[in-house]
């Protein structure tokens, strides 16, 4: 029987926001963790309900743990907190988290954008603690690392912006692309969409088919595309150190998200214009390599990545080619939505800034088939 070295403690965490899709994921990863403990888990709209009986999955790592009201000082004394409420939800609760835990990792939009005036653009409303936006780390730690190190506050990457800049930043960063006109195409899982059930992720409306949304310039609409489309231009416009890159003041990305008729996953495909017309694709596959050489969660390869084979795992998977006929740079990448995508980033971020090993209770390896 394996034993569980303990040397470095127990963490004590609270998931305020456990009933969802993302918080259920929290859940699951927490119980394979050596050093976490899930004291307390909220969800408003199952307050009292045992966390078995919600989700069957989990019986044998809870029996008894029971779903209580979305009260911070449910979290005093925690390490850490994890949040996976709906956007807009963690602002009003994280002034008052930071006095009563360790430290608090966000898996919403709440704390991702520095710059406070587009949140009224792009998600209707005004934030409401601006002056905590400069001080939340972005949670994606093969961009971004040095400034997670002991931060209080961590706001974790989206799924669509992990898939999409995980494949062109390392270009961006090398000089390799042009920074304006970059396209990035994304098929989520339905999961994405949330538990809540909805008229166009019914099974009736969902099996068997594929559609766009989000979709910039929609008569009667924002004419504004995706919200996670300020993120990834963000992302792609900054250095590791947090500094503007060389030319990110021209930097523009038109996304568009595709939903398809599966659990779980995304797959993005960018489309970039090189700076080198000699680049090939054996060029830009030596970029993607070298950037997340010893990485534990990017594997890059020649193959084309499938969502499948992420499946439960924290990895992403990466390839990319140069098309010789119209010479464009096309980067591909393969994550889960709710695990490198949500709730396995979450956990990934709160290792580093416990000081723990990344990896730690965290697989590289999906589940097939």
């Known amino acids: 029987m394996s034993t569980v070295d303990l040397s470095q403690g127990r963490h004590r965490v609270a998931v305020i926001g456990a009933s969802g899709f993302t918080g259920a994921e929290l859940l699951r990863l927490c119980s394979a963790h050596p050093t976490f403990e899930v004291v307390v888990a909220t969800g408003d709209s199952q307050a009292g309900t045992a966390v078995a009986d919600l989700y069957p999955s989990l019986a044998a790592a809870y029996p008894d743990l029971t779903y209580a009201p979305a009260d911070p000082a449910a979290a005093d004394g925690c390490d850490i907190a994890f949040l996976g409420l709906p956007h807009g939800a963690s602002q009003s609760l994280v002034p008052d988290l930071l006095d009563r835990v360790g430290h608090v990792v966000d898996l919403a939009a709440d704390f991702r954008l520095r710059d406070d005036g587009l949140y009224p653009t792009w998600y209707g409303e005004d934030h409401a603690v601006p002056d905590l936006l400069?001080?939340?780390?972005?949670?994606?730690?093969?961009?971004?690392?040095?400034?997670?190190?002991?931060?209080?506050?961590?706001?974790?990457?989206?799924?669509?912006?992990?898939?999409?800049?995980?494949?062109?930043?390392?270009?961006?960063?090398?000089?390799?692309?042009?920074?304006?006109?970059?396209?990035?195409?994304?098929?989520?899982?339905?999961?994405?969409?949330?538990?809540?059930?909805?008229?166009?992720?019914?099974?009736?409306?969902?099996?068997?088919?594929?559609?766009?949304?989000?979709?910039?310039?929609?008569?009667?609409?924002?004419?504004?595309?995706?919200?996670?489309?300020?993120?990834?231009?963000?992302?792609?416009?900054?250095?590791?150190?947090?500094?503007?890159?060389?030319?990110?003041?021209?930097?523009?990305?038109?996304?568009t998200p595709h939903l398809v008729p599966m659990n779980r996953g995304i797959l993005a495909t960018c489309y970039a214009r090189p700076i080198d017309p000699t680049l090939d694709t054996a060029g830009v596959l030596s970029l993607l390599s070298d950037a997340y050489a010893g990485e534990p969660f990017v594997v890059v390869s020649e193959r084309s990545p499938s969502t499948k084979a992420t499946l439960g795992s924290n990895a992403a998977h990466l390839t990319a080619r140069v098309d010789p006929r119209t010479g464009w740079v096309v980067v591909l990448c393969a994550i889960d939505n709710l695990v490198k995508g949500a709730s396995g980033q979450a956990v990934q971020c709160a290792n580093a800034v416990l000081g723990l090993d990344e990896a730690t209770g965290l697989s590289a390896i999906g589940v097939y088939p």
């Not at 504004?224 to 416009?237: D, F, S």
């Open 134 to 255: 400069a001080s939340a780390a972005y949670g994606l730690p093969e961009l971004f690392r040095p400034g997670l190190a002991d931060a209080r506050l961590v706001a974790a990457a989206g799924c669509y912006p992990t898939a999409s800049t995980l494949g062109l930043a390392p270009l961006l960063r090398a000089g390799a692309i042009e920074p304006s006109g970059i396209v990035v195409d994304a098929a989520s899982g339905l999961s994405g969409a949330g538990r809540p059930p909805k008229p166009n992720t019914t099974f009736c409306a969902a099996d068997e088919d594929v559609t766009a949304y989000g979709l910039p310039g929609t008569p009667g609409g924002t004419g504004l595309g995706h919200r996670h489309t300020p993120e990834i231009e963000q992302v792609l416009a900054t250095a590791s150190d947090g500094g503007s890159l060389p030319g990110s003041g021209d930097l523009s990305v038109l996304f």
